[in-house]
Nanobody
Framework: QVQLVESGGGLVQAGDSLRLSCAAS????????MGWFRQAPGKERELVAA????????RYADSVKGRFTISRDYAKNTVYLQMNSLKPEDTAVYYC?????????????WGQGTQVTVSS
């Protein structure tokens, strides 16, 4: 059974940092693009960051460029999202997904989500 399990969310203040982790099990995702999405109340889900299978190509939402960094540990089958200089508008449920579809607007598998709340 394939599972993606996120962890690392929490309540922080503006300007703080968090690192989210997404541990995959049941299959290896090393040959596939992986990504992080988020959904805030009343808003549509959006792609936050994605990384190609090779790790050489990344994509970020304009709103997080320069603040968030996606990375992956192939040996651990784990994807990370380092979030720095957090803002209240980053508050959302964050989901890990993969393998990503070709246009990076979704994935075959999803984690259960982890809540990130940034207070001002």
């Amino acid at each position: 059974q394939v599972q993606l399990v996120e962890s690392g969310g929490g309540l922080v203040q503006a300007g703080d940092s968090l690192r989210l982790s997404c541990a995959a099990s049941g299959r290896t995702f090393s040959s596939y693009a992986m990504g992080w999405f988020r959904q805030a109340p009343g808003k549509e889900r959006e792609l936050v960051a994605a990384m190609a299978w090779s790790g050489r190509s990344t994509r970020y939402a304009d709103s997080v460029k320069g603040r968030f960094t996606i990375s992956r540990d192939y040996a651990k089958n784990t994807v990370y999202l380092q979030m720095n200089s957090l803002k209240p508008e980053d508050t959302a449920v964050y989901y890990c997904a993969g393998p990503l579809w070709s246009d990076y607007d979704g994935g075959d598998y999803w984690g259960q989500g982890t809540q990130v709340t940034v207070s001002s």
